[in-house]
């Protein structure tokens, strides 16, 4: 009887343990965030699909720094100064954004936001990659859900 219920035991654990040890999507941004902010400089690729339409382009961010390269529009940000060049209309404008405008407009500032600002949530996804969803917390804002 003891020998039986060690067994039922041992399975239920078996059972149990690929629930405990999935990482949750907070864990999964932390260490995104650290990796990004141990990096001297990052690349990635994306698509950003919003109405129907898809938009593809390039980020680069080195420290505080970043550009973003699309096909309707490119901007760079040096620390300080940000150019934004739109191809449709074909002009360059010029600002000094302030923090709380650069959360908006740096991709990478939602990784390092993301416990104040949204809430995490792990979405089905194909083996090898991890899909999160993040709601943004507070009603009303610019951003209410990004997928990384």
């Not at 941004?29 to 950003?48: C, E, G, H, P, W």
């Not at 740096?106 to 600002?117: C, D, W």
Request: net charge positive; charged share 15%; aromatic share 6%.
């Amino acid at each position: 009887m003891l020998t039986k219920n060690i067994i039922l035991l041992i399975l239920a654990l078996c059972c149990l343990l690929p629930l405990h040890a999935a990482e949750s999507a907070t864990a999964v941004l932390d260490k995104a965030a650290a990796k990004i902010r141990a990096s001297k400089s990052l690349s990635a690729s994306y698509t950003i699909t919003a109405d129907g339409q898809s938009n593809n382009g390039t980020l680069t961010i080195s420290g505080d720094r970043f550009t973003i390269v699309s096909p309707q529009i490119s901007s760079w940000y040096d620390g300080r100064t940000q150019w934004t060049y739109s191809t449709h209309v074909g002009e360059v404008n010029i600002t000094e954004p302030s923090p709380e405008e650069l959360q908006q407009v740096n991709p990478f500032a939602i990784i390092n936001l993301f416990k104040t600002h949204y809430r995490a949530s792990m979405l089905k996804s194909a083996a090898g990659e991890k899909k999160i969803r993040l709601t943004a917390t507070q009603a009303g804002s610019a951003i209410s859900i990004a997928w990384i």
